[in-house]
């Protein structure tokens, strides 16, 4: 029996992270399926507009491109988490951001302009780890941490950085 008190006992990693991965598969499905049946139980809020029935010209059709200049604010000022999927160590890359900041940027700006997520960047690792200390070693009580490629993580801040000033600008935020 394997004694790693941050997992359940097992005596086979690889059928206990297969019985995790089929738990967390299984759990999202069930929520899925109760998510399908779920009805609006009353009818919308007049403080929101009617989307529907109001032609909009709010449009957001493609992603701006980013300068050298912009991506190295972000690579700077944001976390250095690395992965173990990650070519080399984000603390490497940060040493040598000159050379590579032009080449990071068009990796960026290429899945920006053709709207492509590479596959690499689409492959995480996944830890389970315990929802609150002392919790018992049940799966129901772990929750997946994905790690992905730093580069995965910065394309997808810039695109979570222009949809929200998108709807910032427009005004698309629930009021509550």
């Known amino acids: 029996m394997h004694l790693d008190r941050s997992l359940p006992p097992h005596t086979d990693s690889s059928l206990l992270a297969n019985d995790m991965g089929e738990f967390f598969i299984t759990k999202i499905a069930n929520i899925r399926s109760k998510l399908d049946g779920i009805s609006p139980s009353h009818p919308p809020s007049t403080l929101e507009p009617d989307l529907a029935s109001e032609p909009s010209d709010i449009v957001l059709s493609d992603f701006q491109c980013q300068t050298v200049e912009a991506i190295r604010d972000m690579i700077t000022s944001g976390k250095k988490k690395s992965c173990i999927l990650d070519p080399i160590p984000v603390t490497l890359l940060s040493a040598c951001l000159d050379p590579l900041l032009p080449i990071i940027t068009n990796m960026v700006n290429l899945s920006l302009r053709t709207g492509y997520f590479a596959n690499a960047w689409k492959t995480a690792v996944v830890h389970p780890l ?8 049940l799966f129901k009580n772990f929750r997946p941490i994905s790690n992905l490629q730093y580069v995965s993580k910065l394309t997808e801040r810039v695109v979570a950085n222009q949809i929200q000033s998108q709807m910032i600008k427009n005004n698309l935020f629930p009021q509550l």
Not at 130 to 137: F, S, V
Request: net charge positive; glycine share 12%; aromatic share 0%.
């Open 130 to 137: 315990l929802k609150k200390p002392g919790l018992d070693l």
